[in-house]
């Protein structure tokens, strides 16, 4: 766990943190697949994305990875998931953030693979 001032820091506008980390997973509709979602950063974008423009996240699939079981059935991972379709690892106070490492550690023992395209 990290401390909270470091926790507040995570969140200063223009880190890398912001940008790169995964602040929540949005489901994405696909046929024949289940349990697909795109990590998304604190302004809602695929994960390196630091526009303030519209994005399709449809268009974004290969980024997006699929969990072997339904998500909202993973225990101490998110901290909040308000539906199916959205499941974040932390909220904008600082107290959320500290534990973010271990939400996200525990996410990633998950063994979520990344969606590969159909072959033609």
């Avoid at 526009?51 to 339904?70: E, H, L, P, R």
Wanted: a positive charge; one cysteine or more; charged letters at 20%.
């Amino acid at each position: 766990m990290i401390d909270t001032a470091s926790a507040q820091r995570l969140a200063f506008s223009n880190t890398w943190f912001r940008y790169w980390m995964p602040y929540c997973f949005q489901h994405l509709e696909t046929r024949g697949r289940k349990f697909i979602y795109l990590p998304l950063n604190r302004n809602y974008k695929p994960l390196g994305q630091t526009s303030d423009k519209w994005v399709n996240y449809g268009k974004y699939i290969d980024q997006a990875v699929i969990f072997g079981s339904d998500p909202a059935s993973f225990k101490n991972i998110w901290y909040s998931n308000n539906d199916a379709k959205q499941f974040y690892l932390y909220s904008d106070s600082s107290i959320s953030r500290r534990e973010y490492f271990e939400r996200l550690g525990r996410l990633m023992s998950k063994a979520p693979k990344i969606v590969t395209p159909p072959s033609d």
